[in-house]
Structures are given as structure tokens and as C-alpha cells.
């Protein structure tokens, strides 16, 4: 089991920047392949970033990808979203997640395929 809790979210004027935090408890944090997932209103849950759990691998959604960077501190237990040049449509509830791959090199973007869901931060970008 592993616990997640996300936290950094808030309200941002375009072109600003946000950094997610997303602290694991409980198993040993460095065999999860870690993501985040993204769900705006009226939307379904949407893939943003995810890495593989040895680090070797790592995988962004077009809409984000060299805006945003993924990243972990084994030491802390922690993963961080880092968004830049945000943007409205970006405005969403921001979700951490933990899989338990079979490969060490697996990056899966698919929501069904997280074991773990820490409780969301919202993020809300201006115009």
C-alpha cells in the first residue's frame, strides 16, 4: 500500500508557473512507476506525465510536453510537477499516481492502470 497526497495547487494568471507536490508514504517508493493525471469540469480524467519507476523512462501528453517536466526525489518521497507557461485549458484537479508495472521500464498512460490516487489539487489559470 501506498498513501499520496498532493499539494501546490492554486490559482495562477496565464503564462505563470506552478509547482505540484505529491508526497508517498508507505511501500518502498522507488518500485512505483509514478504519474499525474489531470480531470477539467464536465471532462473525463486525462493523461499529463508519468515516469517509469526506474527512472529511465518518462512520457508527457502533447498538450504539456515542453511545458511541464516530471520529476522525483527518492530521498523525500516525493514527485513534483513542474508547469510553466500555463495556460486556461489548463485549469483542471491534479491528481498523483502510483503503478506497480511488471517491467521497470513500463510508463502507462492509462488511468485504469494506477493502483494508487492521492485526493487532487486543484489548479485554476486566469486569462
Known amino acids: 500500500q501506498v498513501q499520496l497526497v498532493e499539494s501546490g495547487g492554486g490559482l495562477v494568471q496565464a503564462g505563470g508557473s506552478l509547482r505540484l507536490s505529491c508526497a508517498a508514504s508507505?511501500?518502498?517508493?522507488?518500485?512505483?512507476?509514478m504519474g499525474w493525471f489531470r480531470q477539467a469540469p464536465g471532462k473525463e480524467r486525462e493523461f499529463v506525465a508519468a515516469?517509469?519507476?526506474?527512472?529511465?523512462?518518462?512520457y508527457y501528453a502533447d498538450s504539456v510536453k515542453g511545458r511541464f517536466t516530471i520529476s522525483r526525489d527518492s530521498a523525500k518521497k516525493t514527485v513534483y510537477l513542474q508547469m510553466n507557461s500555463l495556460k486556461p485549458e489548463d485549469t483542471a484537479v491534479y491528481y498523483c499516481?502510483?503503478?506497480?508495472?511488471?517491467?521497470?521500464?513500463?510508463?502507462?498512460?492509462?488511468?485504469?492502470?494506477?493502483?494508487?490516487w492521492g485526493q487532487g489539487t486543484q489548479v485554476t489559470v486566469s486569462s
Open positions: 499516481a502510483a503503478d506497480t508495472p511488471s517491467s521497470a521500464y513500463y510508463v502507462g498512460s492509462d488511468d485504469a492502470e494506477y493502483d494508487y
Open positions: 508507505g511501500r518502498t517508493f522507488s518500485n512505483y512507476a
Open positions: 515516469f517509469s519507476w526506474n527512472g529511465r523512462n518518462v
